[in-house]
């Protein structure tokens, strides 16, 4: 730690030198970002999609630290971004979904090994149901007692945006309760099971007095990210391969804004317009930008319009479930990125 505060204050005496020039601060915030992580399940090879063998992430660990990352909890990162401070260069998160056991016994100790900070995501119901594979509340104690740090996750682990309102609401509120009395906490922090998200939901949310919410569509936290649809690298035995670590831990973020349409949740239009302005300076002609419209991932055609916004043509619908696209562009020798889920009726 001792590191990492040596590294805020040679920080905040460059910040304060150049303070007098307004182009020198726009630039730090537009390039200003944070990466944050997501795993599910350790060495549990019968589930890829959801599974990191500890030996791939103990070597993403080792490259951060090699490398001089700098590694904040959650709860660090959040603060920044809502009092609109600039994150330090090669900021890192990590967090960790559904409370699987195999996190507590197999990853959980080699974050702790690297004195990683890790914030866990907890569906409330099946912990309750003292199921075999998930951690039992007196593991819960026990991680926070060790340093880590719970958010909230549901209480069902439903696909919520397809739910009647007040059904989530009840969930919700059930997952606050009893993460209070069992663990004595009320997380402010949500993450939505499989990433699915609504308009709906984000106003339940603001007014349940919950102040953050991540998605699981890759990206990079900056200081204009919607705060209740934050994005996340999801990591697994496909996509957590060392090399793609490195490619997703140095990505810079590309910012957008007025972004359309404005509804995650999609019920009627599975092709809908897609189009933004981007703020980011880049050339855009190095713009590429891809879907999983139809089923499969395919580049996606763009056209830019009078008022010179991107405007995304997508070739097929998206399937039901989850739509997603990421754009990436080239800024000298920095990968910039954007992503964004609809969830598909």
């Known amino acids: 730690m001792q590191l990492f505060k040596l590294k805020n204050i ?7 030198i150049f303070i007098f020039s307004d182009n020198v601060i726009a630039e730090i915030l537009d390039k200003s970002g944070a990466n944050v992580f997501m795993y599910h399940r350790f060495d549990e090879s019968k589930y890829p999609s959801t599974n990191t ?7 993403h ?3 951060l630290k090699e490398n001089n ?3 904040e909890a959650i709860n660090e990162i959040l603060d920044k971004k809502e009092n609109k401070k600039p994150f330090l260069p090669n900021t890192v998160g990590f967090t960790v979904d559904d409370a699987f056991l195999s996190f507590y016994k197999n990853g959980w100790p080699i974050f702790k090994k690297y004195n990683v900070p890790v914030t866990l995501f907890v569906s409330t119901d099946i912990v309750n149901e003292s199921h075999w594979n998930y951690m039992s509340w007196e593991d819960l104690r026990e991680f926070i007692n060790q340093g880590g740090s719970i958010g909230l996750h549901s209480a069902s682990h439903a696909h919520l945006a397809s739910y009647d309102i007040l059904d989530v609401k009840k969930d919700l509120i059930s997952s606050v ?3 209070k009395k069992e663990l004595s906490i009320t997380p402010k922090i949500f993450a939505y099971p499989f990433g699915e998200a609504s308009n709906d939901i984000i106003n339940l949310l603001r007014s349940l007095k919950i102040d953050f919410a991540f998605g699981q569509h890759s990206g990079v936290i900056h200081q204009d990210s919607n705060k209740y649809y934050l994005p996340r690298f999801a990591l697994n035995e496909n996509y957590g ?5 490195i490619f997703s831990v140095n990505t810079k973020p590309l910012v957008v804004k007025n972004f359309l349409p404005k509804e995650i949740y999609l019920t009627n239009n599975r092709k809908p317009k897609i189009e933004f302005d981007i703020i980011s300076k880049i050339n855009k002609g190095s713009l590429n930008c891809f879907s999983n419209s139809g089923g499969k991932w395919r580049n996606i055609d763009f056209s830019i319009n009078e008022k010179n916004q991107i405007i995304l043509n997508l070739i097929e619908p998206f399937l039901s479930g989850r739509g997603k696209i990421n754009c990436t562009a ?8 954007f992503g964004h889920q609809f969830t598909v009726q």
């Not at 063998?53 to 070597?59: A, F, I, V």
């Not at 391969?241 to 670590?245: A, D, G, I, S, V």
């Not at 080239?330 to 990125?337: A, E, G, R, T, V």
């Open 241 to 245: 391969k060392l090399e793609r670590f």
């Open 69 to 71: 990352f700098n590694i």
């Open 53 to 59: 063998d500890t030996k791939e992430l103990e070597s």
């Open 61 to 63: 660990l080792i490259y």
């Open 177 to 179: 309760e009893v993460i």
């Open 10 to 16: 040679k920080f905040y005496i460059f910040f304060f």
């Open 330 to 337: 080239k800024d000298n020798n920095n990968w910039l990125w």
